[in-house]
């Protein structure tokens, strides 16, 4: 730079007077120091473009390793958990209560929406009955017939079902003046793809895999859970995570839990690829109740709860000299009835 500078002053010198080049060396000198201003605006900018690349490299770097600290807890992990332990103490952990209940009541409401499952008569009962639904649950029906405005069936309605017995059962629930709807058991549809599946679809051309009935502030679901080896609809997931403002009811046939393995007539079907209830809380986000009715022989009414899961579960058996009880849900609560 200084040497074109000399160049231009001893080339203007000769080439012009003095006065001349006096006022041109001037305006050189302006100029010069105009280009001087900008080579000095340009590295700045240079040198600032780069003091953000590299602060964008610094915290992308921090903001990666702090998501792997919380995925694998790796170092400082536990440190930085005891500090937030220490300033925000979690909440006690939630027990499992293996032994909720339902309120029982004594009379049926008006408007009463009704769960009750298992109604078959084996062959070793009431032969006059044809193997048709137990003659309890039909002394149950004629009595508050007035007083209910759905009726919610979870599986094993009949014990060998035929075209006849499922015509007979829509006869009688008409007769009654019962809106009735089936979460079929393994009974009534065995599994897959049958004979028995397709009569049933024949005399209930509605069913769905999935339904969905609204009832005020709550909505029920009633799942085919001979469908996917007893596992719950993963459809069904993403709706009630959705519906967090309406209580949530899950009618099917087969226990949905782990826990209650014990208490299912048999093992029919299962996989045991089952969740926990932990799990299943983990999975669902807000509340949720489940009614399944595959219980009867073992247990004729159970009931679990954790965090936001509540399951109950109650099935019919004629023989026993207990008394069954059906699932009463009135005014978004829910109760039990013993027949």
Known sequence: MTGITEFLVFFLQRQAPAGWMLHKHRSLGLFLNLRLIIVKIVFNIIIITIMKIIYTIIIGSVFLYGCLVGRYEVFPFSHLKNIQDYFFPPPPPQQFNPNCDLKEIYTIPSNSVIVAGHLYI????????????????????????????????????????????????????????INFTIAPGNHDVQW??????????????????????????????????????????????????????????????????????????????????????????????????????DSQIKEKFSCIS????????????????????????NNDKLAKFKI
């Not at 993403?238 to 393995?261: G, P, Q």
């Not at 209830?277 to 669902?284: A, H, T, V």
Request: glycine residues 4%; without cysteine; charged residues 25%.
């Open 122 to 177: 084996g062959e070793s009962h009431d032969k006059s009955q044809e193997y048709f639904i137990s003659r309890k649950f039909q002394d149950f029906i004629e009595l508050n017939k007035r007083q209910i405005k759905h009726l919610f069936l979870n599986g094993d309605i009949l014990r060998f079902p035929s075209h006849k017995k499922w015509s007979k059962l829509k006869n009688y629930f008409e007769e009654n003046k």
């Open 192 to 293: 897959g793809d049958n004979a028995y599946r397709d009569i049933f679809i024949e005399h209930f051309p509605e069913y769905k895999i999935l339904q969905k009935f609204e009832f005020d502030n709550i909505d029920i679901f009633v799942e085919d859970s001979t469908i996917n080896n007893w596992k719950l609809n993963t459809d069904l997931i993403s709706i009630i995570n959705k519906n967090k403002y309406k209580k949530n009811v899950l009618i099917r046939h087969h226990v949905i839990i782990n826990e209650m393995l014990p208490i299912a007539n048999s093992l029919e079907g299962y996989d045991g690829k089952l969740n926990t209830i932990n799990e299943l809380s983990e999975i669902i986000k807000n509340n949720l109740i489940v009614i399944s009715g």
């Open 306 to 329: 954790y965090k936001n899961i509540q399951i109950v579960s109650n099935g019919f058996d004629e023989s026993s000299k207990q008394n069954p009880y059906v699932i009463v849900i």
